[in-house]
């Protein structure tokens, strides 16, 4: 099993910055592989924000892309999601999602999510 979880959300007016954070625990087994930021608005289904790869390669929804830095911290099992410039429409509640990989056996297990952080941007 892999727990994620997640900080730093909270209210902010439009144009500010919020920086989250999801930490990964659990069974030493495995490595942690892509992790990802998901959002879910009121009435809207869960969409993806940001993932990164443990090579670090990025990729991004076109609505966040120019405002949102995803980054992580492979020894600490930990990824960051920086958002700037934040519009009224990011209002969320924002997910961190993560797989666990096993490289002697290929296979892998997840993904697994965290308990979501409410981000709210005030216009």
């Known amino acids: 099993q892999v727990q994620l979880v997640e900080s730093g959300g909270g209210l902010v007016q439009a144009g500010g910055s919020l920086r989250l954070s999801c930490a990964a625990s659990?069974?030493?087994?495995?490595?942690?592989?892509?992790m990802g930021w998901y959002r879910q608005a009121p009435g809207k289904q869960r969409e993806l924000v940001a993932a990164?790869?443990?090579?670090?390669?990025?990729n991004y929804a076109d609505s966040v892309k120019g405002r949102f830095t995803i980054s992580r911290d492979n020894a600490k099992n930990t990824v960051y999601l920086q958002m700037n410039s934040l519009k009224p429409e990011d209002t969320a509640v924002y997910y961190c999602?993560?797989?666990?990989?096993?490289?002697?056996?290929?296979?892998?297990?997840?993904?697994?999510w965290g308990q979501g952080t409410q981000v709210t941007v005030s216009s």
């Open positions: 999602n993560a797989g666990r990989v096993f490289p002697v056996t290929a296979t892998s297990e997840g993904p697994y």
């Open positions: 659990g069974s030493t087994f495995g490595i942690i592989g892509t």
């Open positions: 990164i790869t443990r090579g670090g390669t990025t």
